[in-house]
Each structure stands twice: as structure tokens, then as C-alpha cells.
């Protein structure tokens, strides 16, 4: 059986809890697993800062965090939530958020599907979904979907139509088909390994992508390419010509 880890990011369990719990039994229909990870039960510290996580490969904050990140390396799929705080995500999944900075510079949840929720009383949905897509997009991983519920919705579970492509894509039933902001953070990303960190570099070349447009095993449309080509070309040539200055 597949699984999947939803990451619960609310101080309680309540609206966008219970929107996770409502996938259950159409993802076991569906024979996959649902396993929530409710980061208000777990210890979790801030970032220092230190970059360690990005020059080493090691984090010398000890808490749970690691444990988290390899359950989601693991699993087949991923559902990524946050109940929308004051316009924006919850404070426990900004603080997980910025535990996963290594995996900007070194993706390493590439193909995974993810579906992203939230929930509000409020507006601002559309605000936190994005800066989701984009978090997740920066990890590597493969969109399928985005759910959201307000005041008037909130008792109205996931359908099965909206989770369609995530189960497909879970059963590698749907092609991947990144949009043109994901080519293009794709392109941003490989610019930094090429010229940033020679740890970074080393990475994108062992899983091949630094010849790549996007990730291996998506279905990137001619103009997407045209356009990550050209974008990345930009953006090699403003980095060589500031490693030049930094070096006169």
C-alpha cells in the first residue's frame, strides 16, 4: 500500500485538521495510506541561522525536525496545511519551513507528489496556497492540487474530484507538467548550484540536472524551454559578471 504524510501545522485540532482527516477514506479506497504529522505535538526549535544545514549536510539543532523529513522523503505523497494566521501561514509551519532550507539549495522531495490545503475565516486563502506552491515548488515537488475552506465551508470534506491528480499522480497514472514558475525556480536554483557552493553543485550533477530544463520525468512544453534556456543564460551571466567585480 502507498502512503502519504500530511504535515498538520494548526495549534489544534479542528477545521483544517478534520479537512486532512476527510481524505482518509477515499485515499484508503484509493489503497493508500494517511498518516498525519501535527507539528503542535512535536518538538520543534527555530533556525539559528547558522547555515550549517547548507555548507555541511548537518543540523546541530537536536529535536524532531529530522525525524519529519526523512518520514517525508519516504513517503509516496505528501499534503502540505496551514490554517491562514494573520494573512499567512501558522507560526509552527513557518518554524518547520526554515528547518527545509537545505532542500532549496539541494531539492530533495524531487517528483513527490503534494497536495496543498488551507483553511480560513477569513480571506487571504489564495495568499497562503501561494507561498505553499512556491515552499514546495523549492523542494522539488510535484503539484496536485490546491484545497481550500472558509466560515461557510468549513464542514464540507475533500471530494474525490479534488483529489483526482493526487491520487494519480500517486499511482503514476498522470504526467508531470510543471508550470512556467516552477521552470523557471528550477532555472534560479541551478544558476546558485553552478556558481554558489561547490556542495550544490556536486548534488545537481550526481541526480543530472544541470543540463536539465526542469526535473527528469516531467513533460516540459518547447516554449517552457525556450524561455527556462533563455532565463538561465540571464541569470549565468549576472553571476559571473558579479564574481568577477567581488574578485577585482
Given at each position: 500500500m502507498k502512503?502519504?504524510?500530511?504535515?498538520?501545522?494548526?495549534?489544534?485540532?479542528?477545521?483544517?485538521?478534520k479537512l486532512i482527516e476527510s481524505t482518509r477514506q477515499l485515499l484508503?479506497?484509493?489503497?493508500?495510506?494517511?498518516?498525519?504529522?501535527?507539528?503542535?505535538?512535536?518538538?520543534?526549535?527555530?533556525?539559528?541561522?547558522?547555515?550549517?544545514?547548507?555548507l555541511t549536510d548537518k543540523c546541530p539543532v537536536k529535536d524532531e525536525v529530522t525525524d519529519v523529513l526523512n518520514r517525508?522523503?519516504?513517503?509516496?505523497g505528501l499534503i502540505l496545511t496551514s490554517p491562514v494566521y494573520m494573512a499567512g501561514v501558522s507560526?509552527?509551519?513557518?518554524?518547520?519551513?526554515?528547518?527545509?532550507?537545505?532542500?532549496y539549495h539541494r531539492p530533495a522531495l524531487v517528483g513527490k507528489p503534494?497536495?496543498?490545503?488551507?483553511?480560513?475565516?477569513?480571506?487571504?486563502?489564495?495568499?497562503?496556497?501561494?507561498?505553499?506552491?512556491?515552499?514546495?515548488?523549492?523542494?522539488g515537488c510535484r503539484s496536485c492540487g490546491e484545497i481550500f475552506?472558509?466560515?461557510?465551508?468549513?464542514?464540507?470534506g475533500v471530494t474525490e474530484k479534488e483529489l483526482e491528480a493526487f491520487i494519480q499522480a500517486i499511482h503514476q497514472q498522470r504526467p508531470w507538467k510543471p508550470d512556467m514558475n516552477q521552470v523557471i525556480t528550477f532555472q534560479v536554483?541551478?544558476?546558485l548550484a553552478f556558481y554558489a557552493l561547490p556542495r550544490d553543485q556536486s548534488y545537481w550533477k550526481e541526480h543530472r540536472w544541470l543540463d536539465a530544463v526542469y526535473y527528469?520525468?516531467?513533460?516540459?512544453?518547447?516554449?517552457?524551454?525556450?524561455?527556462?534556456?533563455?532565463?538561465?543564460?540571464?541569470?549565468?551571466?549576472?553571476?559571473?559578471?558579479?564574481?568577477?567585480?567581488?574578485?577585482?
Open positions: 502512503k502519504v504524510i500530511a504535515i498538520s501545522s494548526s495549534g489544534r485540532k479542528k477545521n483544517t485538521y484508503k479506497d484509493a489503497e493508500i495510506e494517511l498518516e498525519i504529522v501535527h507539528l503542535a505535538d512535536l518538538n520543534i526549535r527555530d533556525c539559528r541561522g547558522c547555515d550549517a544545514c547548507i517525508m522523503q519516504e513517503a509516496d507560526g509552527q509551519l513557518k518554524r518547520f519551513i526554515d528547518r527545509t532550507c537545505r532542500w503534494i497536495l496543498l490545503m488551507t483553511t480560513t475565516a477569513g480571506g487571504y486563502a489564495k495568499d497562503v496556497l501561494t507561498y505553499l506552491n512556491k515552499v514546495s515548488t523549492f523542494w475552506r472558509t466560515v461557510r465551508s468549513w464542514d464540507v536554483q541551478k544558476a527528469e520525468g516531467s513533460q516540459v512544453a518547447w516554449y517552457q524551454k525556450l524561455v527556462g534556456q533563455s532565463f538561465f543564460k540571464l541569470l549565468s551571466r549576472g553571476m559571473k559578471n558579479q564574481k568577477k567585480t567581488s574578485k577585482d
